[in-house]
């Protein structure tokens, strides 16, 4: 059984501090790792994506991804309460031809004006 | 550009009741994906298609779930009989072949509530 775990929170940051959300996943062949960001009662939102190991920086976001720690984390810098949200980590199966991804249950985020 | 169109946004209908829910993926992309969103069970992914051909459907919970994508422009979540349990969220998201391949992007979502 393929699994996407992440703290389900509720993470609580002051506004302007950093944000840091973690995503552990048990299918050593996953290839490919996305954050999306969920609104309460709107639709996932794709934030970030990651495909090699490493940082990967986007504004005030920075996606790390460590594939021998099967661990991929989500850095918000600068926290706004426009932030508060659920985030969604996501991982693809296995790659090659199967374009399934398999979502964690998501971590709540609030920002503390 | 539009994005992925469902309809309805809400549906409320009583146990054994047929429900359809539809979707417009986002033009020009060729991978259609069905999900259903509860609290207890997170976003799960039911069936997809490439193509309007199946490729993936078990995660279809049971018989009582059908999909259809009869053109590249339009597919079908039918649920017969509805059932208390079916209710949750229900998202169709799109995709295309090519490097951004695996990002998928999301409808508004379907609430359906069976009483």
């Known amino acids: 059984q393929k699994e996407v775990e992440q703290n389900s929170g509720p993470l609580s940051v002051p506004e302007g501090a950093i944000a840091s959300l973690n995503c552990t996943y048990s299918?050593?062949?996953?290839?490919?790792f996305f954050w999306y960001r969920q609104y309460s009662g709107k639709s996932p939102e794709l934030i970030m994506s990651?495909?090699?190991?490493g940082d990967k920086e986007d504004g005030r976001f920075t996606a790390q991804l460590n594939k021998a720690s099967q661990y991929v984390s989500l850095l918000i810098r600068d926290s706004q309460p426009s932030d508060s949200a659920t985030y969604l980590c996501a991982v693809n199966d296995s790659g090659g031809s199967n374009y399934k991804l398999t979502f964690g249950k998501g971590t709540l985020l609030t920002v503390n004006p | 550009d539009a994005g992925v169109i469902q309809s309805p946004r809400h549906e409320v209908t009583e146990m054994g009741q047929e429900v359809t829910l539809r979707c417009k993926p986002i033009s020009g992309h060729d991978y259609l994906f069905w999900y259903r969103q509860t609290m207890m069970r997170g976003l799960e992914l039911l069936i997809y298609?490439?193509?309007?051909?199946?490729?993936?459907d078990s995660g279809m919970p049971e018989d009582r779930f059908s999909a259809k994508m009869p053109n590249a422009s339009f597919s079908t979540l039918k649920i017969q009989p509805s059932e208390p349990r079916d209710s949750a969220v229900y998202f169709c998201?799109?995709?295309?072949?090519?490097?951004?391949?695996?990002?998928?992007?999301f409808g508004p979502g379907t609430r359906l509530t069976v009483t």
């Open positions: 298609f490439n193509n309007n051909v199946p490729i993936d």
């Open positions: 998201a799109s995709s295309f072949w090519g490097v951004t391949l695996y990002e998928q992007y």
């Open positions: 990651i495909y090699s190991n």
């Open positions: 299918d050593r062949v996953s290839q490919s």
